[in-house]
T-cell receptor, first 111, second 115 residues
Framework: GENVEQHPSTLSVQEGDSAVIKCTYS??????FPWYKQELGKGPQLIID?????GEKKDQRIAVTLNKTAKHFSLHITETQPEDSAVYFC??????????FGAGTQVVVTP | EPEVTQTPSHQVTQMGQEVILRCVPI?????FYWYRQILGQKVEFLVS????????KSEIFDDQFSVERPDGSNFTLKIRSTKLEDSAMYFC?????????????FGEGSRLTVL
């Protein structure tokens, strides 16, 4: 089965700084790589995703980079704001659509 | 905006009791999932459901668990005889028709507390 590792487990950043979270996976059959944001008391919500034929994707302050050879993908948040504070999960996905979540990264943005 | 809805938001039950968690997926979605999240831990896959049958299940999804789509809108998770370790947040999720990968839409979750 898929082994997913996510680092760091917690990340504290000053407002305006950048945050980077890395996810490593083991299943070479994974071909879809989403990042989910979970706010307290809510379900995970997709914030950005990338497919295996693309190396990088950007959406305003959020970007995802994928290195399929090395089996890792990263979430980049620039110009962090207090509302970015949440738990972020990577969830590499196989061709059957099954997500395997990483352990999560608690991001705290301090004003 | 269409959303996945789950009921109840919180259920407290005694160990050994049966529990049914209900979900209404987004209307044109055909792939359905249950995940659970024990407090402070990661989200874990339980089961996927497509075309009125289970397509995949995890080791967690043992004989005490079952899923059903009793009508055209509801998708339920039943736990026959709850254990203390079943206490968790249970999330239902659905995916759009025709896509095996792509955005998974999650509900707000049902918190189950087993005493």
């Amino acid at each position: 089965g898929e082994n997913v590792e996510q680092h760091p487990s917690t990340l504290s950043v000053q407002e305006g700084d950048s945050a980077v979270i890395k996810c490593t996976y083991s299943d070479s059959a994974s071909n879809y790589f989403p990042w989910y944001k979970q706010e307290l008391g809510k379900g995970p919500q997709l914030i950005i995703d990338i497919r295996s034929n693309v190396g990088e994707k950007k959406d305003q302050r959020i970007a995802v980079t994928l290195n399929k050879t090395a089996k890792h993908f990263s979430l980049h948040i620039t110009e962090t704001q207090p509302e970015d504070s949440a738990v972020y999960f990577c969830a590499p996905t196989d061709s059957w659509g099954k997500l395997q979540f990483g352990a999560g990264t608690q991001v705290v943005v301090t004003p | 905006e269409p959303e996945v809805t789950q009921t109840p938001s919180h259920q407290v039950t005694q160990m050994g009791q049966e529990v049914i968690l209900r979900c209404v997926p987004i209307s044109n979605h055909l792939y359905f999932y249950w995940y659970r999240q024990i407090l402070g831990q990661k989200v874990e896959f339980l089961v996927s459901f497509y075309n009125n049958e289970i397509s995949e299940k995890s080791e967690i999804f043992d004989d005490q668990f079952s899923v059903e789509r009793p009508d055209g809108s509801n998708f339920t998770l039943k736990i026959r005889s709850t254990k203390l370790e079943d206490s968790a947040m249970y999330f239902c999720a659905s995916r759009e028709q025709g896509l095996t990968t792509g955005e998974l839409f999650f509900g707000e979750g049902s918190r189950l507390t087993v005493l």
